[in-house]
């Protein structure tokens, strides 16, 4: 999900670019998008409520391409972030996030709070549109809620755009996803053999040899 629209915000960011081309890497179903009155999209901008509206529609319509997908993530820079993290709480198929620069000095995270799937919000440390030290303290309260953790990470001289630390960008969100991807994995095969076991208990004994 793009930064504002206002802002001049389109899917053609180089942030927004980056996730979606990460995503993609690593097998997922990706799709990007301009929001509502940007580019040929029709619509006004509405302030993030018909916007959070466009991000519902765009996830509805990914799984009805993807019938039982093994995970669901979403992704956003800025405004788009923000938007990503309102969409989280709305749909609880969602398995984990990456937020880039959400700019908690304009946006209340609170609502965060609890948070009902883990990922991870990552942000410049020379970013002044979207300080990383107002995203601190809007998550004291919400880093860890019923066993869901939110990851903060800050890209070392990066500003809010990350120009010129698009790779240092990616390479913590990939770092974060593959981390994520291999514990699912894990926990998948663990249930399987769980299972194998359970159903293997419930058969009969074999019949004494004749």
């Keep these: ?11 053609q960011d180089p942030v927004t670019i980056t996730l979606f081309e990460m995503f993609a890497a690593h097998g997922f179903s990706t799709m990007r998008f301009n929001f509502r009155g940007v580019g040929r999209s029709q619509g006004t901008f509405d302030a993030g409520v018909a916007e959070l509206s466009d991000a519902a529609y765009v996830l509805d319509h990914l799984e009805s391409l993807n019938e039982a997908p093994s995970q669901c993530w979403v992704a956003g820079s800025s405004f788009g972030a923000y938007i990503c993290l309102q969409l989280l709480m709305r749909r609880p198929e969602i398995d ?29 440390d020379k970013d002044v549109v979207a300080p990383p030290a107002d995203i ?22 990066a500003n809010h755009f990350f120009q010129g630390k698009l790779d240092e960008m990616e390479k ?24 194998a076991i359970k159903d293997a208990a419930k058969l009969p004994p074999p019949k004494p040899a004749t």
């Design 136 to 157: 601190d303290r809007s998550l004291t309260k919400v880093r860890v809620q019923k066993g869901e953790i939110i990851d903060r990470a800050t890209v070392a001289g």
């Design 96 to 124: 984990g996030f990456v937020a880039v620069a959400p700019p908690a000095n304009h946006y209340d995270l609170s609502f965060l709070a609890p948070c009902p799937a883990s990922g991870i919000i990552i942000s410049g």
């Design 172 to 195: 913590t969100a990939s770092t974060y996803l593959k981390r994520r991807m291999k514990a699912f994995e894990k926990a998948q095969k663990e249930a399987a053999e769980a299972k």
């Design 1 to 11: 999900l793009h930064p504002h629209p206002k802002a001049g915000g389109t899917m």
